[in-house]
């Protein structure tokens, strides 16, 4: 079965840290480009950092730039989402999505585009005291 599994979210206090992690099954990530984003209660969905599959372009949504890390370990098959200095407004449920480009430096951060091959179920982050 192909899949995306995100996994890593949970309840942290204002200032904490967790590290979200996209995880594929059924298929190699190396030659994707990967897109996490964020839906909060009553919300859009939003994109919140990418990484290229070539892994030399990153991008981040300004609300987390110097907060959020976005890396790739190609050998677990996995991306990573490094969440420093969490806030209460960072509460949602965290998405990953996995997408194929002929251009190899492309980064996607926008949920609605159409050329998204796999999303997970998501994780769910609450930050509050």
């Known amino acids: 079965q192909l899949q995306l599994v995100e996994s890593g979210g949970g309840l942290v206090q204002p200032g904490g840290s967790l590290r979200l992690s996209c995880t594929a099954s059924g298929f190699t990530l190396d030659y994707y480009g990967i897109g996490w984003f964020r839906q909060a209660p009553g919300k859009e969905r939003e994109g919140v950092s990418c990484?290229?599959?070539?892994?030399?372009?990153?991008e981040y949504v300004d609300s987390v730039k110097g907060r959020f890390t976005i890396s790739r370990v190609n050998a677990k098959n996995t991306v990573y989402l490094q969440m420093n200095s969490l806030k209460p407004e960072d509460t949602a449920v965290y998405y990953c999505a996995a997408y194929v480009s002929t251009d190899q430096h492309k980064c996607v951060m926008n949920p609605d585009y159409y050329g998204m091959d796999y999303w997970g179920e998501g994780t769910l982050v609450t930050v509050s005291s």
């Open positions: 990484i290229s599959s070539s892994d030399d372009t990153t």
